[in-house]
């Protein structure tokens, strides 16, 4: 089959920089001694010094940076974020090169496309004039030579050279012949004329200072750094440059006839701020947003885009304008790609996360690169399926290889095609990719106790292995930077230097890598077209990728929101990991160099196949993207210029909320229950400041139709008990100012919005009417009704009442606004706060209002008065009890234990309810008798998980108790039903315990429940009553094993509250009668399996069941054999080859079989379980998928995209 790429055309539709600047280290705070001298090589590594530590002339003060541990550098509390420049290169621009375009058919015959679509031209992509193919000037460089004749009779304590000038700027050196408080020679770079140049300047040079040695050459001294000169340090280099004793040494070759010379490279670079660096500008390309911890996401987003053939077919899958990109992978993508595209700052990813299902948790949680791409390729895949673009990710990443089995002396051969879309290799024990290949084709030798069981053969001498049947047009390696150490028991990171080529031919060596049914006419010569790097630990760290987007020599980094510009080195050379060596201080000495290991590396590679590339790397433009999506996305970037406009012009307008009766009738019982308003959702205006009250008036009256005489706007106030309530009209003199004016007249608090209440009368034909005139004698109330029987609190109106009137004098009114008979009596209660708790107080209808304490803006509630039986009738018979619940009202999302992502039903609740009152509504629900039965567990809202421990009974007072979590309120539970009452269930232990029959190949598992004041022994006699014995007085004991080692053996007065099997596995078995008359002189050891690790032969793997065995004395190794293969019932074929060894310390000194075994161990009674009688021979039991121990809830998840 051939594997050249055959890519289906689509339906036609509408349409360098240098490393980032680092601050020099300072002379003052060099720390001393050897903790000092691998500080000091770290920092150097940090700030990408070749040697030496630059700093002032002038001291810098200790405070600049300071160095905590090893290496680990942490500015101080007034050096930020912004004081970090970038080095820009200059460009120029180069001439463009025109392809002639090509029309790609497909190889085979031409498949029939759904609904009689028609072919689209891919074309091979043509080099637009954008930064990326521009050439690349060298940033002005000058070395400068400064003969200095007679320096022994300098007198002058500095001396500085002649000026030079490089970039535009003017330099001069300075040393101090008889050093700057140092017995060293001290030299600094200086700007010539930083006293004349204008109030903050900068600028910014990479540079070297040399003392040339006349006699050996080789022995100049250089040291280099780079700086950040300003006003405030225009000087920059080495106090310690060299000592002065061989400087002045005339054997030392430095001073010559008395003249020395010093030599001076200068380079000089853009300064860039940061953060107002443009991605785009200096580019082309845009990065991704990081959400938190989706780094690695956009890494591998960043890859998929930048193929170009990928992001058309992405583009071609249908959507439609009805389409959410929040519900739709396929428009999240296209919306997303089209972003990367056209915009000119970074990208959100946040809808297409959403699109996956994933909730913020998801965002949080680094994954795998590896699982995320194959997760994504499978889902579009499927996406695809049906659509002009069916089995494109199929053409573009899926290759085949053969797993074959041939027997050696008889004619048989097994093989089996499977496909891959990436291939995994290893890193440890491998050089390069080469090796990785070879390892991976690597053939095994399938015999003695692992020949091969060949069909009417029976077991046969056989060679396994895998060879390639074709190649994907874009090969995908997953570098396996990762595994897992069994000796340490935890995940660790590989480091190893590992070697990936520019080019990669998989020909080579006569095509050794391909099966015999593989298409030679394919040439398998790959480029490198994406380095993904990942820099960190096992437990954490940073993604970013080097793309090569049109597979130019310009390598590009997208590191999240920032794309810079870099060389084939760093893109190559400094990801292949391995160990690091830190440049000498003094190359001159016979120092040894300091190592570190490099924690960035390579994760993962992206190569493209030669012949296909001009395929792939095609024309990608607008009229690839559908007409709805261009318009969609077109109308969220006029949006967003319009927000950015606005806000750029926002210093020019105000916000004036303006609330009416209107908004108060829709709200109160609805929206809210407190409070008079939602002032989010009252009508707004946006006013330029510059406007008069008056014009914004008839700017009122146009929008609502009131005539700007019959308006009286009110100010609402915040007050102390936290709520905000209309507080006084504003006067002649507040209207007489402008908007902007009075918003900062009355606005004490700052905010950016000004609120007004629009005070109107009505009449009862809703025409306006003229305002009652407010005097310090009347009082602004409002006035809600509350219906018991319906549960239900509206707004019905306001009044103004006199001070020195009292509320039985407006009860005829409110019977009105309420629709009551005059005859019913009315309670009037007043809604005083309701944070933190509700406060509502009963009015006496015959005190005088100024009594009552009441003011303009206040909320009176009232109901008709309760009747004695009302606290029987209705749930919530007054004012105060109603506010009460809705206060502490909380619906609670309910989900089953064993499926915590789903929703099972939901409850309306009081926060202020207690344990008691909710377990019975869940039992309620649940039809469950007893709620004591129910067991309830938290939300954690930091990882979406339940809580590892459930609620104790009664461990809690309220509900509200349950839903918090920290500083944050949770709204759903998690239920079990128990088969017995919870405070019985937390009075006892549940152990589970493997039981080992004794006879029997035989495991059984059993959950024993005890009092928790119970030992080791009445586990052991429930035990009893629960398995089969070989005889009734059978004696049983229980241990603790962990990793195929038995780490314990429990006492049978042994409490089983401290015993855990959340992380042990607790085993019982029978004890054997030899180890019950043990004599004097007998030995009980440990027995282990054990195996070579294969990467490591000095390390050895445990695995199957550990287990004691008693030796004699003076008992040999072969009579011991004899006893362990009758207990193991061992065949003698599979035995024979099984080897025994004394492990301690992980380390296998083997036996011969008339070695005394006994004296290489202790005489205590168990022994150590390091030290052991190791069974070496191959696990054939089935393997199992390695689990890491984990608490009662894990909060690591598998990549997984719900859509």
């Known amino acids: 089959m051939s594997s050249r790429l055959s890519l289906r055309s689509f339906p036609d539709s509408s349409r360098g920089t240098c490393p980032p600047h680092r601050p020099a280290m300072p002379r003052a705070s060099r720390p001393s001694g050897a903790a000092g001298t691998l500080a000091l090589g770290l920092w150097g590594r940090f700030t990408g010094r070749s040697s030496g530590v630059a700093c002032r002339a002038r001291r810098a003060p200790a405070r600049a940076y300071g160095i905590l541990g090893f290496g680990v550098l942490m500015p101080p509390p007034n050096v930020g974020v912004m004081d970090l420049r970038l080095c820009l290169v200059f460009f120029s621009q180069q001439q463009q090169q025109q392809e002639e375009e090509e029309v790609l058919v497909p190889h085979g015959p031409q498949q029939e496309l759904p609904n009689g679509a028609q072919p689209m031209e891919v074309v091979p992509a043509e080099p637009a004039a954008t930064v990326e193919n521009q050439q690349i000037e060298d940033p002005p460089i000058s070395r400068f030579t400064w003969t200095i004749e007679n320096l022994s009779r300098v007198s002058t304590k500095k001396l500085y050279s002649e000026i ?237 290889h053969m797993n074959y089995i041939e027997c050696i002396n008889v004619d048989f051969k097994s093989t089996r095609k499977e496909s891959f879309y990436d291939l995994q290799l290893d890193v440890k024990g491998c050089q ?318 700052h905010n950016a919005e000004l609120k007004l209440f629009l005070e109107v009368e009505l009449g009862l034909d809703l025409k306006p009417l003229p305002l009652p005139d407010k005097t310090r004698e009347d009082i602004f109330l409002f006035f809600k009704l509350y219906e018991p029987e319906k549960e239900q609190l509206r707004y019905v109106g306001r009044l103004f009442v006199k001070a020195s009137g009292r509320p039985q004098d407006i009860l005829p009114k409110l019977r009105m606004l309420a629709g009551f008979s005059q005859d019913d009596d009315i309670e009037l209660y007043e809604e005083i706060k309701f944070e933190p708790n509700v406060m509502c107080e009963y009015i006496d209808n015959r005190l005088l209002f100024r009594s009552c304490q009441l003011e303009d803006g206040d909320i009176i509630c009232f109901q008709k008065s309760s009747k004695p039986d009302s606290a029987d009738r209705y749930r919530f018979p007054d004012v105060p009890s109603f506010l009460t619940y809705i206060r502490n009202r909380q619906v609670v999302h309910f989900r089953s234990l064993e499926k915590p992502k789903e929703d099972d039903f939901c409850l309306e609740m009081s926060k202020i309810f207690t344990y008691d009152q909710v377990v019975e509504k869940v039992a309620e629900k649940l039809g469950v008798d007893d709620p004591s039965k129910i067991r309830l567990t938290s939300h954690n809202c930091y990882s979406q998980q339940p809580k590892p421990q459930p609620i104790k009974y009664r461990g809690v007072e309220r509900l509200l108790d349950m839903l918090i979590h920290y500083n944050q309120t949770s709204d759903i539970l998690y239920y079990e039903v128990l088969d017995i009452p919870l405070p019985e269930l937390q009075a006892l232990k549940t152990l589970k315990v493997t039981y080992h029959h004794v006879a029997k190949d035989e495991v059984s598992v059993h959950s024993i429940r005890l009092p928790k004041n119970s030992t080791v022994g009445d586990v052991l006699n429930d035990i009893k009553t629960k398995v089969e014995l070989s005889h009734p007085n059978a004696e049983l004991r229980l241990l603790e094993v962990f990793y195929h080692k038995i780490y314990k053996v429990f006492a049978p007065n042994e409490k089983i509250e401290n015993i855990n099997d959340q992380y042990w596995t607790l085993r019982a078995e029978e004890v054997p009668e030899d180890e019950k008359n043990l004599g004097p002189f007998d030995r009980l050891i440990h027995v282990y399996h054990f195996t070579k690790d294969t990467q490591n032969q000095t390390q050895v793997q445990n695995f199957g069941e550990p287990f004691f065995m008693v030796i004699r004395e003076d008992e040999i190794l072969s009579s011991i054999k004899e006893r362990i293969q009758k207990k193991l019932k061992v065949p003698d074929e599979d035995f024979s080859k099984w080897k025994f060894a004394y492990i301690s310390l992980g380390r296998p000194d083997y036996f011969e079989d008339s070695d005394t075994v006994a004296v290489k161990f202790q005489r205590n009674m168990y022994g150590a379980w390091e030290q052991y009688l190791g069974l070496e021979h191959p696990d054939t039991a089935p393997r199992k998928a390695h689990t890491i121990n984990q608490n009662r809830h894990s909060f690591e998840r598998p990549v997984k995209i719900y859509n």
């Not at 995320?372 to 895949?381: A, D, F, I, Q």
């Not at 960190?536 to 049109?550: D, K, L, N, Q, S």
């Not at 190592?595 to 960035?600: G, N, P």
């Open 164 to 400: 030079f000038v490089v970039g535009g700027y003017k330099w001069r050196i300075l040393i101090f012949p008889r050093g700057n408080n140092v017995e060293f020679l001290s030299m600094y770079l200086d700007v010539a004329d930083s006293g004349v140049l204008p109030y903050g300047w900068t600028r910014y040079a990479q540079f070297s200072l040399s003392v040339v040695n006349q006699i050996h050459n080789k022995f100049t001294i250089r040291k280099e750094t780079q700086h950040q000169f300003s006003a405030r340090e225009s000087d920059w280099g080495f106090t310690s440059f060299m000592p002065l004793g061989e400087l002045y040494n005339p054997s030392r070759g430095y001073l010559v006839n008395d003249t020395c010379i010093v030599e001076a490279e200068v380079a000089v670079c853009k300064v860039v701020d940061y953060w107002s660096y443009d991605s785009k500008k200096e580019t082309g390309y845009v990065g991704l947003k990081n959400q938190g911890a989706t780094c690695y996401m956009n890494s591998l987003l960043q890859t998929l885009y930048h193929i170009p053939y990928f992001r058309k077919a992405v583009y071609h899958m249908p959507t439609t304008e009805n389409d959410m990109p929040s519900g739709s992978i396929p428009l999240a993508l296209q919306s997303l790609f089209y972003k990367l595209q056209y915009n000119d700052s970074s990208v959100s990813t946040k809808e297409l996360t959403k699109s996956f299902g994933w909730d913020m948790h998801d965002s949080f949680m680094q994954h795998d690169v590896q699982e995320l791409n194959r997760v994504l390729s499978e889902k579009l895949e499927d996406k695809m399926k049906g659509t002009v673009v069916e089995g494109t990710i199929q053409q573009l990443f899926e290759g085949h």
């Open 432 to 749: 390069d990719v080469y090796a990785s290949f070879d390892k991976y084709v690597e053939v095994e030798r399938l015999e003695g106790d692992n020949k091969y069981h060949a069909d009417k053969h029976g077991l046969q001498d056989a060679k396994k292995g895998v060879l390639f049947i074709d190649f994907p047009p874009v090969l995908q390696l997953q570098l396996k930077r990762f595994e897992y150490d069994f000796m340490r028991d935890t995940m660790v990171k590989i480091n190893d230097r590992y070697e990936f080529p520019l080019q990669l031919d998989l020909d080579r060596d006569d095509g050794k890598f391909l099966s015999p049914d593989a298409d030679r006419n394919v040439r398998n010569l790959y480029t490198l077209h994406s380095v993904l790097v990942h820099s960190g630990g096992v437990h954490g760290g940073h993604y970013y990728a080097f793309i090569r987007p049109t597979l130019s020599d310009q390598w590009f980094k997208f590191d999240d929101e920032r794309v810079t510009k870099e060389d084939a080195k760093r893109a190559l050379e400094e990801q292949y990991g391995g160990e690091e060596e830190l440049p000498q201080t003094n190359p001159g000495l016979n120092n040894t160099p300091f190592k570190f290991t490099k924690y960035s590396n390579a994760y993962m590679l992206v190569y493209i196949r030669e012949s296909d590339k001009d395929k792939i790397i095609c024309n990608v433009d607008e009229k690839d993207i559908a007409e709805h999506l261009r318009i969609r996305l077109e109308k969220d970037r006029e949006e967003k210029e319009c927000r950015k406009k606005e806000k750029a012009e926002a210093h020019l307008y105000t916000i004036i909320k303006v609330a009416r009766d209107d908004d108060l009738k829709t709200h109160i019982g609805k929206d809210i229950y407190f409070d008079l308003v939602d002032h989010d959702k009252v009508p707004s205006f946006r006013i330029q400041k510059q406007m008069t009250f008056v014009q914004f008036k008839e700017e009122v009256a146009k929008e609502f139709g009131i005539p700007t005489q019959f308006q009286r706007f009110w100010l609402w106030a915040k007050r102390q008990n936290h709520t905000y309530r209309p507080n006084r009209p504003l006067s002649p003199q507040d209207e007489a100012h402008t908007v902007g004016q009075l918003k900062e007249l009355v606005n004490k608090a």
